[in-house]
């Protein structure tokens, strides 16, 4: 079992940035130096999607709506994941989900989030205009 609590979100207007955190714990022998780990997002009403992939190579792959904007990165020693959001913009409002999954196939994992094995229990970021 992997248990996953994310921090880091609130409130902010377009143009700002924020920091999303996921702290793994549990399985952390696996969680941290082998699972594929990710964000995702939510809003009312739409399928949850997603945002951004990284390996335990710590390679990545992020959607094209937030390519340049946000960086995914990882600690392994930690056991933290991270998504760094810049030049933020109203659309990206929606409630933000840490995922790991034991996937070999990570990057296909950002198209699947049906497949995740574990989320975290989500973050709001909310971004005015």
């Known amino acids: 079992q992997v248990q996953l609590v994310e921090s880091g979100g609130g409130s902010v207007q377009a143009g700002g940035s924020l920091r999303l955190s996921c702290a793994a714990s549990g399985d952390t022998s696996s969680t941290s130096s082998t699972y594929c780990m990710g964000w995702f997002r939510q809003t009312p009403g739409k399928e949850r999607e997603g945002v951004a992939i990284i390996d335990d190579l710590s390679r990545t792959r992020h959607a094209d709506s937030v390519q340049g904007r946000f960086t995914i990165s990882r600690d392994n020693a930690k056991n933290t994941l991270y998504l760094q959001m810049n030049s933020l913009k109203p659309e990206d409002t929606a409630v933000y989900y840490c995922?790991?999954?034991?996937?070999?196939?990570?990057?296909?994992?950002?198209?699947?989030?049906?497949?995740?094995?574990?989320w975290g229990q989500g973050t709001q970021v909310t971004v005015s205009s």
């Open positions: 995922a790991a999954d034991p996937t070999f196939l990570c990057p296909q994992l950002l198209d699947r989030p049906t497949d995740v094995d574990y």
